[in-house]
């Protein structure tokens, strides 16, 4: 059984909740994806700062079976993937 945490910057957790559903999972609450073989909870958190800088950030706890949440990851990293300088 797989379980990871991890903080997603630069992404509203609504618009992270459709990139979930985009990829075979079917929001169950306003927090909680569920697909075949994981589930992903998400937590707005508070945003991160840099000097003046502010960017929205998002807890994103990962359950599921090992070899489905192996084929979810890449598909999941492209979505999130942001260009940075």
């Not at 979930?20 to 929001?27: I, P, Q, R």
């Not at 707005?44 to 990851?73: T, W, Y």
């Amino acid at each position: 059984m797989y379980k990871e945490s991890r903080q997603i910057r630069g992404i509203p957790l609504w618009l992270l909740r459709e990139y979930l559903e985009e990829l075979g999972g079917t929001a169950v609450t306003e927090n909680r994806v569920e697909g075949e073989g994981w589930t992903i909870t998400l937590a707005k958190m508070e945003p991160f700062a840099l000097g003046s800088l502010r960017v929205g950030q998002v807890m994103m706890e990962i359950e599921g079976e090992d070899e489905v949440i192996a084929r979810l990851n890449p598909e999941l990293e492209k979505k999130t993937m942001r260009a940075g300088a």
